[in-house]
């Protein structure tokens, strides 16, 4: 059975910094692009970036680049999303998200809360 | 590029539904389109991807197109369902960018 398990999201006040991992089981994870997606409460999904299957190419949204950074261990099974300067409007559900094409991401964890706030 | 798609749409168990999603920019039969459900309190899961394919699992009362014409590409739903009730994005990409529309909350009523 394809799993994807997000974990790190928590609270953490404006200014702070959180590192997301997603640990991948059932699949060959180093055969499959990954990405993270997020979604603010009662909002839609938003695409955060893309990483190629031997991190040869990264890819982030235009107005999230600088402030996250997205990385991959294929010996570990696992992806990772560090966020620095958090903000308020950072406040959202991650979600890891798997695929065999990058940029078309298939199957989904159950996402983590992040949550920014004083 | 953006995805537009109509905030919500709402049908009757047992008829047909159609989600639109326009792209803003490009061609929308140069890259696929992908349209995931969404239930309250769930994840994301894929019921059309390159443009009309169905995962294993998913009945063949989902169906995806694409027009050129008007640039955008549609989601049907037909024979609705009660648990067919949920949130519906689509997606798509250029060459280093991918890009979900708003979604689309779907009722039965």
């Known amino acids: 059975e394809v799993l994807l398990a997000e974990s790190g999201g928590g609270l953490v006040k404006p200014g702070g910094s959180l590192r997301l991992s997603c640990a991948a089981s059932?699949?060959?994870?180093?055969?499959?692009?990954m990405n993270w997606v997020r979604q603010a409460p009662g909002k839609g999904l938003e695409w955060v970036s893309t990483i190629s299957l031997g991190s040869n190419y990264i890819y982030y949204a235009d107005s999230l680049k600088g402030r996250f950074t997205i990385s991959r261990d294929n010996a570990k099974n696992s992806l990772y999303l560090q966020i620095n300067s958090l903000r308020a409007d950072d406040t959202a559900v991650y979600y890891c998200a798997g695929g065999k094409k990058q940029l078309e991401p298939d199957f989904w964890g159950q996402g983590t809360l992040v949550t920014v706030s004083s | 590029f953006m995805l537009t798609q109509p905030p919500s749409v709402s049908e009757s168990p047992g008829k047909t539904v159609t989600i639109s999603c326009t792209r803003s920019?490009?061609?929308?039969?140069?890259?696929?389109v992908r349209w995931y459900q969404q239930r309250p309190g769930s994840s994301p899961t894929t019921v059309i991807f390159?443009?009309?394919?169905?995962p294993s699992g998913v009945p063949d009362r989902f169906s995806g197109s694409i027009d050129s014409s008007s640039n955008s590409a549609s989601l049907t739903i037909s024979g609705l369902k009660t648990e067919d009730e949920a949130d519906y994005y689509c997606?798509?990409?250029?060459?280093?960018?991918?890009?979900f529309g708003g979604g689309t909350k779907l009722t039965v009523l």
């Open positions: 390159q443009d009309n394919q169905r």
């Open positions: 059932g699949f060959v994870f180093s055969d499959y692009a």
């Open positions: 997606q798509s990409y250029d060459n280093n960018h991918q890009v």
């Open positions: 920019s490009g061609s929308i039969g140069d890259y696929f």
